[in-house]
């Protein structure tokens, strides 16, 4: 298979990537970084292996379109992360524009493409949601409201533009995704290290998460799945409470979880961006478990013993 990937150097892009590289398939990363429509073969993938193609994400298309001709499947995961700094209205719009912008250049590439691909998975998260901890939210839940909210389904509608006969669109509704190596996990280890981990806020909110490797195989198998198509969650079958989640990752770490982080305090300390971890949202992969996916670590528990190997 060809398969492109936006976003390809990312927590979750660089090891789809190394996964699709030691398959034998050909892999082509949309980077910032080269000048648009140049091209690099990485050393050491092996051939066909990973070859980083540079674009601009502005919301048009540009040379770097023709690399996506006769691609089996592109995947988009661009976008800055959501928790590297507060939530300033220039930090809004950047989270805003990097992920409208390069989502609809993405889609104007594919309509305009000779031999479009058969599937666009285009990133999308959970924070598409209401905050809800008592019913659970599944892919025919409705939105919620707020930045974030409005954020993901503008980012949807993106995507949906490059929906054809031909190509199947889906969006990936991404939980946390955890893994000891970076993303959230290691700032959640950090106070327990310490002997200073605990819950947050209440610790009755819910945390919606997903394994990494979990992550990486559910995106393959919506590749191989025609019946895959629009609204997917991503994230683990069983999600739990703040204090659920202290508890589970204290024992893996074989540390305290005695020091509770004041929901005050955070929003002190973080402001806008508090509310999501305040808030809570308890969403469960509908779609996936309905067309047959099996998660690997569907709780937490097997999560933290396969990410620390005990």
Not at 40 to 52: K, Q
Not at 111 to 133: E, I, M, Q, R, T
Request: aromatic share 8%.
């Amino acid at each position: 298979m060809k398969v492109v990937i936006a976003g390809g150097t990312g927590f979750l892009g660089s090891p789809l990537a190394e996964a699709y590289a030691e398959e034998g398939h050909e892999v082509l990363v949309l980077t910032r970084s080269l000048m648009s429509g140049d091209s690099r073969h990485d050393p050491g993938t092996g051939v066909p292996g990973i070859t980083r193609v540079g674009w601009t994400a502005d919301g048009k298309t540009g040379s770097w379109a023709a690399h996506l001709e006769a691609a089996d499947a592109i995947v988009n995961l661009s976008g800055d992360a959501l928790d590297r700094g507060r939530w300033t209205p220039q930090r809004k719009a950047r989270l805003r524009d990097g992920r409208i912008l390069a989502t609809r250049s993405l889609a104007a590439a594919i309509l305009s493409a000779a031999k479009p691909p058969a599937v666009f998975v285009s990133g999308s998260g959970v924070d598409y949601y209401a905050s809800s901890n008592s019913v659970p939210s599944t892919e025919s839940s409705p939105p919620g409201t707020g930045f974030l909210a409005h954020l993901c389904k503008d980012w949807e509608a993106e995507a949906a533009r490059a929906e054809s006969p031909g190509t199947r669109v889906v969006l990936l509704r991404t939980g946390i995704a955890l893994e000891r190596s970076g993303g959230a996990l290691p700032r959640m280890m950090l106070p327990f290290r310490f002997f200073v981990g605990g819950k947050i806020g209440s610790g009755h909110q819910y945390f919606s998460w997903i394994h990494r490797l979990d992550w990486v195989e559910l995106v393959r198998w919506i590749v191989l799945t025609p019946e895959a198509k629009g609204p997917i969650n991503a994230v683990a079958p069983e999600p739990v409470t703040n204090r659920e989640l202290s508890r589970a990752l204290s024992n893996a770490l074989h540390r305290p979880s005695l020091v509770p982080v004041p929901g005050v305090a955070l929003r002190i300390a973080l402001g806008e961006l508090a509310e999501p971890l305040l808030g809570g949202q308890r969403v469960i992969p509908a779609r996936a478990l309905a067309l047959g996916y099996h998660f690997r670590y569907p709780d937490i528990y097997q999560a933290f013993r396969g990410i620390f190997g005990e």
